[in-house]
């Protein structure tokens, strides 16, 4: 009787080797927004940093620094990128006061810090900042970049993972987009900020990598004052 | 001086013709007209004292240092230039970190001491250089135990029981001399190095000096060398000053 | 033919390396062909750690695993840098010691520059923030997430920093499976008991532990724990936690009914 061989059983094709690639790039989440107003500058963000995907590394991170007495830098996205960031710009501003005997104005920080991110085009920052605060001539002002430093000066602005969220928020209650009755009059500070909260708050409400706590700074002509506002730690 | 004219001092490349090297001789000389560097060997320890001379009243306390660390484990003090030293103890540090980095262990006492006596040596070769004008007297605890040794400016290395540098040093040799090198206790020691410095010390040529005291025990100082506490410090030094007193009388 | 020898003269041959004088690293010949960490190979698991009433406590296992295989069980995860700070260490075990090699030195130095003043635990925890982040950047990874801790002149420290150089301080930190399984445990026994003592932290560490031995494959129940406070560093003996009984049949099927 014959002896039927089978073929030696071969693998159909190779299973491809198990390759975690470095990423990196992380994406820590959170949000921030600014209001201008005509003296004041209101600025917000939340302080939980997300590792990425469902969770919560801090609650207690915050994502507003102060660059000068009259300018603030919110930023969200990675965290180590922004944490470069901030230390970069802490130097380079420290250096312009020694040179010019005077601390950079805020425009001109938006400027430098588009030509920062700009400089970095090939491995950029993963960072989405607003630069916010009073300029030259006391006015409320914000600038918003994305991570490769295009930017654009706003009269309101809002950055992250609850970009999305805020910013029809802003049009409708800020520049007042298709609306019937026109509210008049200049909306104080104190009004500001409510809104503000109510608006992270909301953001807080349906984006996961928003909650925990929020910054609330307000930029006026006596400096930066900061607050802390709960949002939910859910 | 002899040398002096003769044309065989101007480079290093050059022997006189009885065989000298001026220039390591003139080094020599920078290191004696500095302030006398002693160091004791005892069973458990090495104790480093260094007479630092004051030639200022403006000065801070504790600056121009002239004992410093190497390692955790290794002390040097310095007769000389200040600023021909600090390239040594720079580089110094260096090989004790590049040994570590490659052999996961401390560097011995001989080793380091031999390369920085190599260090020195090569610049007793070329024409364009000129030799420390410094000696290091590196102490330290190893495997072999408490290691004593002194590096001169020809790139010399050898090591001792007690040995000293500077000004004061044959004066500190000859108090040296009575020391039971083998039966002292580093604490002792201590107050041996204290005295023998306060003794050399002179008066009338240099008024002001700061007494350095740095050591290294097993016993004492977990085999980490540093600087002496404050309060032994004060104990040695009154202990100095109190025997010169008596011998005085 | 003859041939014609040429001795170096000087000022031809930089044999003073006048361009660096100052250090010896700088004559090393620079390597460029380096192959860069794209995968772990020998790692260890979770490090958790957290703040109590008069300082930190920390805890790891003591596995180091190579791909699924319990390859070495008995490593020490945790290190001491100079007086005051404690790192732990998870993931690459070769990138760790590597990182502890750079740290000591800095210690070494620290200690020879003798001006009075001892590296921080913040000041550890910001330099090795640095280095991770500067690896990262080169595409060369230090793959290792480290959990810094330390106690200082009365204040406590506590840190993480991972691979892409990501670091922040809070009263709890874990890394791993231990931020999956750990991290709620302990947050909530900490809301319940605000002002935990040693004995109670050193227990929910432990408790910690020994929860993620039951479920993280690359664990392992051979622990370590330390603490920092005002008496010093602490990093303990091997403990070998109590598990439920590893029996087959109907005992093991009781004990299970126990944890």
């Known amino acids: 009787m014959d002896l039927k061989l089978s073929p030696f059983p071969t693998l159909e094709k190779q299973m491809p080797i198990e390759h975690g690639r470095f990423e990196a790039y992380v994406d820590n989440g959170g949000t921030v927004l600014a209001v201008g107003g005509p003296d004041y500058c209101v600025i917000a963000g939340d302080t939980r940093m997300s590792d990425g995907g469902y969770g919560i590394q801090t609650r207690k991170y915050t994502k507003i620094f102060q660059l000068t007495d009259k300018c603030v830098l919110a930023t969200s996205g990675m965290q180590a990128d922004t944490l470069a960031l901030q230390k970069r710009l802490k130097t380079m501003l420290s250096h312009y006061q020694k040179e010019h005997g005077k601390p950079m104005s805020t425009p001109a920080i938006a400027q430098f810090l588009s030509n920062t991110l700009y400089y970095k085009r090939f491995f950029p920052y993963y960072t989405f900042n607003i630069v916010a605060g009073i300029d030259e001539k006391g006015e409320g002002c914000a600038w918003t970049y994305d991570a490769v430093g295009s930017h654009e000066r706003v009269k309101y602005a809002s950055q992250g993972s609850g970009n999305q969220l805020v910013i029809p928020l802003l049009d409708n209650q800020v520049a007042k987009f298709n609306q019937q009755i026109i509210a008049g009059g200049n909306v104080t500070s104190q009004q500001a900020v409510s809104f503000v909260k109510d608006a992270i708050t909301s953001a807080g409400e349906r984006d996961i990598y928003t909650g925990d706590y929020a910054d609330i700074v307000v930029v006026d002509k006596d400096g930066v004052h900061w607050e802390k506002f709960e949002l939910k730690l859910d | ?249 | 033919m003859q041939q014609h020898v040429s001795f170096p003269v000087f000022g031809q041959n930089d044999y003073f390396n006048y361009k660096n004088p100052q250090t010896l690293e700088n004559r090393m010949p620079v390597v460029d062909a380096k192959k860069k960490t794209q995968d772990p190979i020998v790692t260890g698991t979770s490090v958790i750690a957290i703040k109590y009433n008069g300082g930190v406590v920390m805890g790891t296992d003591m596995l180091c695993s190579y791909g699924s295989l319990a390859r070495f069980n008995s490593i020490q995860r945790m290190e001491k840098f100079g007086s005051y700070t404690i790192i732990g260490a998870g993931g690459e075990l070769s990138d760790f010691q590597s990182l502890s090699n750079t740290l000591n030195d800095l210690v070494t130095l620290d200690h020879c520059i003798d001006d009075g003043s001892k590296l921080s635990p913040s000041e550890i925890y910001n330099y090795v923030a640095r280095v991770m982040y500067n690896h990262r950047n080169k595409g060369d990874p230090l793959w290792n997430s480290l959990v810094v801790m330390g106690y200082q002149n009365g204040s406590s420290f506590l840190g993480k920093v991972d691979l892409v150089g990501t670091c922040f301080k809070d009263d709890i930190v874990c890394t791993g499976y231990g931020a999956h399984i750990a991290l709620p445990l302990m947050r909530k026994a900490a809301l319940d008991n605000p002002n935990m003592n040693l004995e109670q932290a050193k227990k929910l560490i432990e408790d910690c532990l020994r929860v993620l031995f039951y479920r993280d494959a690359r664990s392992s129940k051979k622990i370590q724990i330390s603490v920092a406070n005002e008496n010093g560093l602490e990093i303990s003996e091997p403990i070998e936690l109590d598990t439920y009984m590893w029996q087959s049949g109907e005992a093991a099927v009781k004990s299970f009914s126990q944890v």
């Open chain 2, 1 to 249: 001086m002899t040398s002096v004219g003769s044309g065989y001092d101007l480079y290093v490349s050059t022997y006189s013709p009885d065989g000298k090297i001026f220039q390591i001789d003139y080094a020599n000389k920078a290191v004696e007209n500095s302030g006398t560097c002693v160091a004791i060997r005892t069973k458990d320890g090495v104790i480093l004292g260094v007479e630092k001379l004051v030639p200022s009243k403006m000065l801070e306390k504790s600056s121009n240092r002239r004992i410093h660390h190497i390692d955790t484990h290794i002390g040097v003090g310095i007769s000389g230039f200040l600023a021909d030293a600090r390239q040594l103890i720079t580089r110094a540090r260096d090989e004790a970190k590049q040994y570590r980095q490659v052999y996961g262990q401390p560097i011995p006492i001989k080793v380091l001491s031999q390369r920085i006596a190599s260090y020195n040596h090569v610049y007793t070769l070329y024409g364009s250089v000129r030799p420390f004008g410094c000696s290091l007297i590196i102490t330290g605890i190893d495997q072999y135990g408490p290691q004593l040794y002194m590096v001169e400016p020809s790139g010399s290395c050898i090591g001792y029981f007690g040995t000293s540098m500077g000004k004061g040093k044959q004066a500190a040799k000859n108090e040296m001399e009575k020391i039971k090198f083998t039966e002292i206790s580093t604490r002792d020691a201590l107050k041996e190095v204290a005295r023998i410095i306060h003794t050399v010390h002179d008066e009338v040529k240099d008024k002001d000096f700061e007494l350095e005291l740095g050591w290294i025990s097993m016993t004492e100082t977990n085999s980490v060398h540093q600087l002496v506490p404050q309060n032994l410090f004060e104990e040695a030094e009154a202990f100095a000053k109190a025997a010169i007193e008596e011998a005085n009388q």
